[in-house]
């Protein structure tokens, strides 16, 4: 059983004192240092990691390993080379990676420190490519808290309130099947959500010929881990191609071999015009990065750059995590397949089992639960999660939640099956408790 002490307790007085309220988790945790698998706090207690701190650190110990590693030397050269102003080799070797493990056609690159940054970079790229002012975003979307991604962002209220007015984004429902807004099942619904898309907003509030972009994330990850039917992209796609509009792929969280592809819309058979990827490609460093199909051209000189993007220090750590997964694509290819196939075992025999388990969903590793009050009414069970996000802390597991009551599994992709074990066992004794 974790203890909280006079450390932990006096580092969390002094944030709330003088640090800006953002999102922090409902549990006291004071992250002191990970090793790969196993996160320690500032007193020493050690946690099973099903966070990786947001999907960052997806290949363990021997990845961070690489990436600590080429981060000294590369520190020790040059840190910063205000890359967007001077040339460099290092952010060009990167990007030569990253285009190679994209589909065919592939080839601008834009570095920047974050995801948000990725997305608003895309979006600005999306209307000089198209000369046309309008985004379509999803409802439950999250594309980040700057102001043109916060535009396309429509996850929870809290986020935006206050904040507007935003740029031209339309948004529209998503293939969320547990809770649809259209009352219907799938597949008989035949895509109601799509049809809604075609006839509303692109029939009735702007002209396709309009529409700049239309921004996905393949597996919606803010908004609680919701995963679409296969063909949901298949549709957008089409409603994209039909009308010149590009579609933008954020891959921010559920990229970087999450799903056990490289990119996570590859599960559903479709290719973007756009990806934008961050997380887990820095390996514990901030990078963003845009990518475009070289067919759409290049940007005026001066339209858009930044400071830090294509920081020595971050692409010599996205480096090593590049060439880690690459030497290593089929061996985490593998991890992924199998510790996914056993999470989603344990949780579907949960849902048979609890109650408060409403919808168990995912891809590969990125995995949600929907607690819930009960399954007949689907009520959020915002308290319940609370109460299991908790127990499972100061059991020594740290989990995150997405959505208004969902719960994210994300371990790293290389975790030991002892350690999945056990942490799965602590999560199932924590929502047993929250059950009764």
Known sequence: MIKIGKKIKGVIERDKNIIFTTTRSPYPFVA???????AYDVEGNKYLDFSTFISIYNFGKEGLELVKHAVKLQA?????????????????????KLVSLLPSGFGRV??????????????????????????????NAFHGRTMGSLGLTASKSVQREGFGPFNSTIHVPFAYCYRC?????????????????????????????????????PIQGE???????????????????????????????????????????????????IYTMAKALGGGLPIGATITRKSLGDIPSGSHANTFGGNLVSIAAANASLEYMMANESRIRNAVRS???????????MEDDYEIVGDVRGIGMMIGIEIVKDKKSKDYGIEEREKILN??????LLLLPAGVSSIRIIPPLTIKKSSLEAGMDILEDSIRNANK
Do not use: W
């Not at 002191?32 to 196993?38: A, V």
């Not at 570095?111 to 409802?139: D, P």
């Not at 127990?391 to 020594?396: K, T, W």
């Open 32 to 38: 002191d240092r990970f090793d790969g698998y196993y």
């Open 110 to 139: 834009f570095f920047s420190n974050s995801g948000t940054e990725a997305n608003e970079a895309a979006l600005k790229f999306s209307k000089v490519f198209t000369k046309r002012q309008y985004s379509i975003a999803f409802y």
């Open 76 to 96: 020790e050269k040059l840190m910063h080379s205000a890359f967007q102003d001077f040339y460099a080799e290092l952010p060009v070797t990167a990007a030569e």
């Open 391 to 396: 127990n499972s802390f100061y059991n020594g």
């Open 339 to 349: 510790n996914g196939a056993y999470i989603m075992k344990r949780l579907n025999k």
């Open 181 to 217: 807004p259209f009352k219907q099942e799938y597949p008989s619904c035949g895509l109601a959500c799509v049809d809604y898309i075609k006839k509303y907003p692109l029939g009735k509030e702007v002209s396709p010929s309009e529409v700049s972009a239309i921004f996905i994330e």
């Open 223 to 273: 908004g609680g881990y919701i995963v679409p039917p296969k063909d949901f992209f298949k549709e957008i796609r089409k409603i994209a191609s039909d009308n010149g509009i590009l579609l933008v792929d954020d891959e921010v969280q559920a990229g970087y071999m999450r799903t056990g592809k490289f990119l996570a819309l590859d599960n559903f058979g479709v290719e973007a015009d």
